[in-house]
Nanobody
Framework: VQLQASGGGLVQAGGSLRLACEASEMRFIRYRMGWYRQALGNQREFVAQ???????DYGDSAKGRFTISRDSGKHSVSLQMDRLEPEDTAVYYCFIRPVGKGDYWGQGTLVTVSS
């Protein structure tokens, strides 16, 4: 399975970006799909995920500002990020976590929020 992430870029504080991640195939019945991020010098941080049953989870930094959605027909997830802050600057990584199997990761997309 290959993951292709897109949508990163430069935005001013208070602005919005939408990230997308598309999987080359989806052969898992039970899985989680979503995003982590890693800022320079920091550990990778959980952002959001959607499970195969449709439930969604958000990290503390994403609650109330970010929205994850899934397009099952296209094997993709999107992350709508609103009210961005300079602290959101990071490389955002898409992942698929099949239940009982190892993770698959995308190549990362850079989000830069200027103050």
């Amino acid at each position: 399975v290959q993951l292709q992430a897109s949508g990163g870029g430069l935005v001013q504080a208070g602005g919005s970006l939408r990230l997308a991640c598309e999987a080359s195939e989806m052969r898992f019945i039970r899985y989680r799909m979503g995003w982590y991020r890693q800022a320079l010098g920091n550990q990778r941080e959980f952002v959001a995920q959607v499970k195969s049953d449709g439930t969604k989870d958000y990290g503390d930094s994403a609650k109330g500002r970010f929205t994850i959605s899934r397009d099952s027909g296209k094997h993709s997830v999107s992350l709508q990020m609103d009210r961005l802050e300079p602290e959101d600057t990071a490389v955002y990584y898409c992942f698929i976590r099949p239940v009982g199997k190892g993770d698959y990761w995308g190549q990362g997309t850079l989000v830069t929020v200027s103050s």
